[in-house]
T-cell receptor, first 116, second 114 residues
Framework: DAGVIQSPRHEVTEMGQEVTLRCKPI?????LFWYRQTMMRGLELLIY????????DSGMPEDRFSAKMPNASFSTLKIQPSEPRDSAVYFC??????????????FGEGSWLTVV | SQELEQSPQSLIVQEGKNLTINCTSS?????LYWYKQKYGEGLIFLMM?????EEKSHEKITAKLDEKKQQSSLHITASQPSHAGIYLC??????????????FGQGTILTVHP
């Protein structure tokens, strides 16, 4: 398996610009998670999808953040407009099954975002 | 929402020493995951525990789940420099119609001196 694939791996952007992070989950997985990791706040769950449907987006910081999953093999996390405090590592993760399935959750390598 | 507290926050040990990392939940644990992370990299799955009293081992790492105490421990025997990294516990929760949500503790930074 190719694993969870994220792009870009690194992005440096100017404040106010739109940022789009992309994720391809493992084929056959029907749950997808977006996390943000910072030194101060640790690993925070932003949103997760089951069968392409957003289940819980209570972790999305504010309206500047949006996530979509148009099909089972692709998801995006968009920040518009970006701010310096959005600088973090953004992880995408996926697993088979929904709910408390007990199946392993696999993480991508992360997208390192720096907003200057 | 689920609150997971890990202790200690950081740990420095000499190679060969045993160590334990704890993860305590404020809510009922339905599934407890342990991951390891190296700086600049993604999370590597170590183990998942579901049942109270369950214990799993992989090489020199053992994890246990105490359902009554809502706590899990990760024990490393005869630590090696390769064990160094950040250890994160994650737990699944059920809240209303929101299920299968996986949240994490703050992590424990492990340093192993040769």
């Amino acid at each position: 398996d190719a694993g969870v694939i994220q792009s870009p791996r690194h992005e440096v952007t100017e404040m106010g610009q739109e940022v789009t992070l992309r994720c391809k989950p493992i084929s056959g997985h029907n749950s997808l998670f977006w996390y943000r990791q910072t030194m101060m706040r640790g690993l925070e769950l932003l949103i997760y999808f089951n069968n392409n449907v957003p289940i819980d987006d209570s972790g999305m910081p504010e309206d500047r953040f949006s996530a979509k999953m148009p099909n089972a093999s692709f998801s995006t996390l968009k920040i518009q407009p970006s701010e310096p405090r959005d600088s973090a590592v953004y992880f995408c993760a996926s697993r088979s099954g929904t709910g408390i399935s007990g199946n392993t959750i696999y993480f991508g390598e992360g997208s390192w975002l720096t907003v200057v | 929402s689920q609150e997971l507290e890990q202790s200690p926050q950081s740990l420095i040990v000499q190679e060969g020493k045993n160590l334990t990392i704890n993860c305590t939940s404020s809510k009922t644990l339905y599934g407890l995951y342990w991951y390891k992370q190296k700086y600049g990299e993604g999370l590597i799955f170590l183990m998942m525990l579901q049942k109270g009293g369950e214990e799993k081992s992989h090489e020199k790492i053992t994890a246990k789940l105490d359902e009554k105490k809502q706590q899990s421990s990760l024990h490393i025997t005869a630590s090696q420099p390769s064990h160094a990294g950040i250890y994160l516990c994650g737990a699944e929760t059920v809240s209303g119609t929101s299920y299968g949500k996986l949240t994490f503790g703050q992590g424990t930074i492990l340093t192993v001196h040769p």
